[in-house]
Structure formats: structure tokens, C-alpha cells
Antibody, heavy 118, light 108 residues
Framework: QVQLVESGGGVVQPGRSLTVSCVVSGLTFSGSGFHWVRQAPGKGLEWVAVIWYDGSNKYYADSVKGRFTISRDNSKNTVYLQMNSLRVEDTAVYYC???????????WGQGTLVTVSS | EIVLTQSPATLSVSPGERATLSCRASQSINNYLAWYQQKPGQAPRLLIYDASNRATGIPARFSGSGSGTDFTLTISSLEPEDFAVYYCQQRSNWPPWTFGQGTKVEIK
């Protein structure tokens, strides 16, 4: 079955960097686009970034543009989110999700918690 | 950016009753709306895509309707496992892809 497994979360100080990963199995990875969606504690869902199936297009939320970078390695079935210049307001559970038809999310990982705190 | 407004914020319903959740878009999004269910400590789960299509494995008691700016998720007869938070989300105008703020369905 389809599985998305995130890792790499943790506690990081403001201004520092962190990279979270998402290993995907059970589907044709190279034929799928992927998004990152985050959820701050006790809050709703916020879309963060997307990468097309072939990596040709990437889009970011205004709140992370210029600080976060999404990438993929088709040889490792893995999607990455590199987060630089982290802020307290970036504290959230980060979910990796598979794209369905340019913008619905049909499979989700269990999430990885990123806490930005001094 | 398209803003999605969900109502009510909280819906108190008894098991076996019908629940009706609403989502209104700030401009027309055709039928490009999805609904997700999220239980505490879990990732969201896709229920409905493109306004009215049930995702794989979703029970028939969940149905979606609407187009343009007004959408509805109906749960025909609430089961104990249906008490959760529900989010709507649009894919019509992007980036960004946007979500509503959520409706919590609680036990009455």
C-alpha cells in the first residue's frame, strides 16, 4: 500500500536550519507530485510547498518563500524540505502529501514535528 | 488568494443523526473542492475530491455537493468514528492551495 514516512523533525533555535525528509513507497514515485502541508499546534492546515513529478516546477507559500526549498531524489523515492532562517512561527507538524490532479492531497504521511525555540 | 470560510465552527450532533457542513469560497472555484477528516493526533484523510467524488475506501454515508462558491459535506448518519475536525480545500486557483479553518463535529 502507499506509505509516506517523514523524518528529521526536532527542536531548533530561531535562525537555524533544518531539513525534513519523506520516503515514499507503494506507488510510482517518479510519476507523482508532492506537497508539504503544515499544522501549527492547535491550528488549521497550511499549504507550504509543492514539487512537480519531474521537479520542473516548484511553488511556495509566501510565508516561506526565500527561506524554504523543496526538492526530490527519484533514485531514493524521497522528497525533502530544507528550511533555513527558521522562525518561531514555523513551529508545526509538517506533513508530506501526494498530489492528486494538481492540488488535492490523496495520501499523507504521519507528520514530523518541528519546534523552533530558543 | 482564495479564502474558504467554513461554518459552523463547531457542530454538536448525536450518533445516528445527519450532519451538514458548509464551505464558502471567496470567488468561484468551479468544482475544485476537497474535504478532509482529521482525528486527534492523526494526519488528515481525503474524503471527497472535486466536490462530489468519494475517495477510495470512504463510506457512502459521506457525500459532497456544490459548485461555484458554495459547498456542502453531508454525513448521513453519524457513526462514533466520525467525530473529528473537517477541512475543505481548493485547487482552482494556485498557488497557494488553501484550506478552510475547519469544522469540529462533536458528540451532542
Amino acid at each position: 500500500q502507499v506509505q509516506l514516512v517523514e523524518s528529521g523533525g526536532g527542536v531548533v533555535q530561531p535562525g537555524r536550519s533544518l531539513t525534513v525528509s519523506c520516503v515514499v513507497s507503494g506507488l510510482t514515485f517518479s510519476g507523482s507530485g508532492f506537497h508539504w502541508v503544515r499544522q501549527a499546534p492547535g491550528k488549521g492546515l497550511e499549504w507550504v510547498a509543492v514539487i512537480w513529478y519531474d521537479g520542473s516546477n516548484k511553488y511556495y507559500a509566501d510565508s516561506v518563500k526565500g527561506r524554504f526549498t523543496i526538492s526530490r531524489d527519484n533514485s531514493k523515492n524521497t522528497v525533502y524540505l530544507q528550511m533555513n532562517s527558521l522562525r518561531v512561527e514555523d513551529t508545526a507538524v509538517y506533513y508530506c502529501t501526494k498530489d492528486r490532479a494538481l492540488g488535492h492531497f490523496d495520501y499523507w504521511g504521519q507528520g514530523t514535528l518541528v519546534t523552533v525555540s530558543s | 488568494e482564495i479564502v474558504l470560510t467554513q461554518s459552523p465552527a463547531t457542530l454538536s450532533v448525536s450518533p445516528g443523526e445527519r450532519a451538514t457542513l458548509s464551505c464558502r469560497a471567496s470567488q468561484s472555484i468551479n468544482n475544485y473542492l476537497a474535504w478532509y477528516q482529521q482525528k486527534p493526533g492523526q494526519a488528515p484523510r481525503l474524503l471527497i475530491y472535486d466536490a462530489s467524488n468519494r475517495a477510495t475506501g470512504i463510506p457512502a454515508r459521506f457525500s459532497g455537493s456544490g459548485s461555484g462558491t458554495d459547498f456542502t459535506l453531508t454525513i448521513s448518519s453519524l457513526e462514533p468514528e466520525d467525530f473529528a475536525v473537517y477541512y475543505c480545500q481548493q485547487r482552482s486557483n494556485w498557488p497557494p492551495w488553501t484550506f478552510g479553518q475547519g469544522t469540529k463535529v462533536e458528540i451532542k
